[in-house]
Protein backbone atom coordinates (compact mmCIF):
# COMPACT_ATOMS: atom_id res chain seq x y z
CA UNK A 1 0.00 0.00 0.00
CA UNK A 2 1.29 3.60 -0.63
CA UNK A 3 -0.05 6.53 0.80
CA UNK A 4 -0.11 9.86 -1.47
CA UNK A 5 -0.39 13.30 -0.32
CA UNK A 6 0.02 16.67 -2.51
CA UNK A 7 1.35 19.98 -1.89
CA UNK A 8 2.02 23.02 -3.14
CA UNK A 9 -0.95 24.09 -4.62
CA UNK A 10 -2.47 27.88 -4.42
CA UNK A 11 -3.43 30.71 -5.65
CA UNK A 12 -1.16 32.87 -8.68
CA UNK A 13 -1.40 35.11 -11.31
CA UNK A 14 -1.47 33.57 -14.59
CA UNK A 15 2.34 33.63 -15.85
CA UNK A 16 3.54 32.73 -12.56
CA UNK A 17 5.14 29.10 -10.99
CA UNK A 18 4.14 26.40 -8.71
CA UNK A 19 5.82 23.48 -7.97
CA UNK A 20 3.73 20.58 -6.81
CA UNK A 21 5.00 17.78 -4.37
CA UNK A 22 4.10 14.48 -4.24
CA UNK A 23 5.00 12.47 -1.09
CA UNK A 24 4.50 9.26 -0.56
CA UNK A 25 4.83 6.97 2.46
CA UNK A 26 3.88 3.23 2.96
CA UNK A 27 6.46 1.76 0.60
CA UNK A 28 9.57 3.59 -1.17
CA UNK A 29 8.15 5.64 -4.60
CA UNK A 30 10.99 4.39 -6.15
CA UNK A 31 9.15 0.93 -7.27
CA UNK A 32 6.17 2.87 -9.21
CA UNK A 33 5.25 4.97 -11.78
CA UNK A 34 3.90 7.99 -11.09
CA UNK A 35 1.32 9.74 -13.04
CA UNK A 36 -0.75 13.63 -12.94
CA UNK A 37 -3.74 14.01 -13.12
CA UNK A 38 -5.83 17.42 -13.15
CA UNK A 39 -9.76 17.54 -12.95
CA UNK A 40 -11.91 21.01 -13.52
CA UNK A 41 -15.30 21.83 -12.73
CA UNK A 42 -17.74 20.08 -14.74
CA UNK A 43 -14.86 18.16 -16.94
CA UNK A 44 -13.38 14.64 -16.24
CA UNK A 45 -10.31 13.97 -14.72
CA UNK A 46 -7.73 14.35 -17.26
CA UNK A 47 -3.83 13.30 -17.79
CA UNK A 48 -1.27 15.78 -17.10
CA UNK A 49 2.27 14.23 -16.90
CA UNK A 50 4.22 10.68 -16.14
CA UNK A 51 6.87 9.80 -14.88
CA UNK A 52 8.78 6.02 -15.03
CA UNK A 53 9.73 4.60 -11.67
CA UNK A 54 13.55 5.18 -12.58
CA UNK A 55 13.07 8.95 -14.02
CA UNK A 56 14.19 8.02 -17.42
CA UNK A 57 11.53 8.76 -19.44
CA UNK A 58 8.56 11.37 -18.99
CA UNK A 59 5.58 12.12 -21.40
CA UNK A 60 3.33 15.11 -21.21
CA UNK A 61 -0.39 16.58 -22.00
CA UNK A 62 0.05 18.63 -25.29
CA UNK A 63 -1.02 21.87 -23.78
CA UNK A 64 1.92 21.92 -20.93
CA UNK A 65 4.98 20.74 -23.09
CA UNK A 66 7.31 22.89 -23.11
CA UNK A 67 5.37 24.71 -19.85
CA UNK A 68 5.85 22.15 -17.12
CA UNK A 69 7.68 19.50 -15.85
CA UNK A 70 7.41 16.01 -13.93
CA UNK A 71 10.84 14.98 -12.09
CA UNK A 72 10.97 12.78 -9.11
CA UNK A 73 13.73 12.31 -6.46
CA UNK A 74 13.37 8.85 -5.03
CA UNK A 75 15.56 9.31 -2.19
CA UNK A 76 12.80 11.58 -0.76
CA UNK A 77 10.36 9.67 -1.88
CA UNK A 78 8.87 12.40 -3.75
CA UNK A 79 7.48 13.23 -7.25
CA UNK A 80 7.17 17.01 -8.68
CA UNK A 81 5.71 18.71 -11.44
CA UNK A 82 7.07 22.25 -11.94
CA UNK A 83 4.71 24.60 -13.62
CA UNK A 84 5.72 27.51 -15.19
CA UNK A 85 3.62 30.15 -17.20
CA UNK A 86 0.49 29.04 -15.85
CA UNK A 87 -2.49 30.24 -17.81
CA UNK A 88 -6.12 30.60 -16.17
CA UNK A 89 -6.92 26.60 -18.23
CA UNK A 90 -4.75 25.01 -16.36
CA UNK A 91 -7.11 26.04 -13.10
CA UNK A 92 -8.04 22.47 -11.33
CA UNK A 93 -7.54 20.05 -8.89
CA UNK A 94 -4.16 17.99 -9.28
CA UNK A 95 -3.80 14.63 -8.28
CA UNK A 96 -0.93 12.35 -8.61
CA UNK A 97 -1.50 8.74 -8.83
CA UNK A 98 1.19 5.65 -9.18
CA UNK A 99 1.06 2.54 -10.54
CA UNK A 100 3.23 -0.98 -11.11
CA UNK A 101 2.92 -0.76 -14.71
CA UNK A 102 4.01 2.58 -17.61
CA UNK A 103 1.38 1.31 -20.44
CA UNK A 104 -1.41 2.85 -20.95
CA UNK A 105 -0.34 5.59 -18.90
CA UNK A 106 -2.72 8.42 -20.05
CA UNK A 107 -5.59 6.18 -18.83
CA UNK A 108 -6.98 6.61 -14.84
CA UNK A 109 -6.53 3.31 -13.98
CA UNK A 110 -3.90 4.17 -11.42
CA UNK A 111 -3.75 1.96 -7.95
CA UNK A 112 -3.34 4.79 -5.94
CA UNK A 113 -4.48 8.11 -5.77
CA UNK A 114 -3.14 11.49 -3.45
CA UNK A 115 -6.58 13.71 -2.00
CA UNK A 116 -5.48 16.65 -4.57
CA UNK A 117 -4.56 19.79 -4.36
CA UNK A 118 -6.55 23.05 -5.65
CA UNK A 119 -4.44 25.17 -8.27
CA UNK A 120 -6.34 28.60 -9.12
CA UNK A 121 -4.76 30.76 -11.92
CA UNK A 122 -6.30 34.03 -12.15
CA UNK A 123 -6.16 35.71 -15.69
Known amino acids: QVQLVESGGGWVQAGDSLRLSCAASGRTLSSYHVGWFRQAPGKEREFVAV????????DYEDSVKGRFTISRDNAKNTVYLQMNSLKAEDTAVYYC????????????????WGQGTQVTVSS
Open 97 to 112: AARNYYYNYRNRRYDY
Open 51 to 58: INFSGTST
